[in-house]
């Protein structure tokens, strides 16, 4: 089970919706400034400021790519990598099944190329069925390569959900980012 603190940063990563454009409908991140709250004190290059994303996001009527990419409506993916090539995803939103098809691309690929993935929850406020099913295939995908797939920092409605389906016994959980990088 993951126990973690209440002392939550503001999000750096903002996403608007982009109404009545190419893209609209869609997420693009707007800012992030300095380093991203799991970044702080690791050895963790943040995404840009993100504008140059929002550009190309709108004038190709798509949605920016993976570093600070933004999936339908509800869900920011970010993914980093730290020193040692361990990727961490970090995710903002709501994880359902508008974004769950993005998400899973995203934690699959990072499955495939890196010695392990950690996935920052700290800013996710829902996850359903379709959410769980992701971070099931991810994990096994990891498992099937030797690499290690991590959770860390769900907030008490999301550790609510993955308690109740046994995925924290099957996952591993941590309070913290910092915690589960150096697991």
Do not use: W
């Amino acid at each position: 089970m993951c126990h973690h603190t209440s002392d939550r940063s503001q999000r750096n990563a903002v996403a608007r919706a982009e109404p009545g454009g190419a893209g609209s409908g869609r997420c693009v991140p707007v800012r992030t400034s300095g380093p991203t709250r799991a970044a702080k004190g690791l050895n963790i290059e943040p995404p840009d400021d993100g504008r140059a994303h929002a550009a190309h996001a709108r004038s190709e009527g798509s949605v920016a790519e993976i570093e600070g990419a933004a999936v339908p409506e509800r869900l920011l993916i970010t993914r980093t990598t730290t020193g040692d090539g361990v990727c961490l995803v970090i995710l903002a939103g709501e994880v359902d099944l508008d974004g769950s098809g993005h998400l899973r691309d995203v934690l699959l690929s990072s499955v495939e190329s890196a010695p392990g993935t950690v996935v920052d929850f700290g800013e996710v406020g829902f996850l359903d069925s379709s959410g769980i099913n992701v971070l099931i295939s991810a994990h096994r995908a990891a498992e099937s390569r030797g690499v290690f797939f991590r959770l860390a920092a769900p907030r008490d409605a999301v550790e609510r959900v993955l308690r109740l389906v046994g995925v924290d016994a099957l996952i591993p959980c941590y309070p913290s980012v910092e915690q589960a990088l150096t697991a």
